[in-house]
């Protein structure tokens, strides 16, 4: 798998605080392209987070961050964005941006997706 979409915005925040994390196509646009987040977590299965299709109307969520997770894209931008708000420690997670060239419909398992990102940390602290 190419690496065309690269993930920014991790980090160490407290529990009950924001992040937003960015996802930017590299060297192509995302146009036309599903794209969603998932996360791993030490010594766990790769999770779905969020998926957006290409236009941005149709969204889906995983039922651990339905409520505080926002997914949106900026296909003017290139960009892919996920607002998570009211962070938990079990939020805690490697998460990663990945693109779906395939499908017109959001998928919500790892072999939907055919590029991912090298992933970014986000530490949520008790």
């Known amino acids: 798998q190419g690496q065309l979409v690269q993930e920014s915005g991790g980090g160490l925040v407290q529990a009950g605080g924001s992040l937003r994390l960015s996802c930017l196509a590299s060297?192509?646009?995302?146009?036309?392209?599903?794209l969603a987040w998932f996360r791993q977590a030490p010594g766990k299965e790769y999770e779905f987070v969020a998926g957006?299709?290409?236009?941005?109307?149709?969204?889906y969520y995983g039922d651990s961050v339905k409520g505080r997770f926002t997914i949106s894209r900026d296909n003017a931008k290139g960009t892919m964005y996920l607002q998570m708000n009211s962070l938990k420690p079990e939020d805690t997670a490697i998460y990663f941006c990945?693109?779906?060239?395939?499908?017109?419909?959001?998928?919500?398992?790892?072999?939907?997706?055919?590029?991912w990102g090298q992933g970014t940390q986000v530490t949520v602290s008790s």
């Open positions: 990945a693109e779906d060239r395939r499908h017109s419909w959001v998928g919500t398992t790892r072999e939907d997706y055919e590029y």
């Open positions: 957006i299709n290409w236009s941005g109307g149709s969204t």
């Open positions: 060297g192509h646009t995302f146009n036309s392209y599903v």
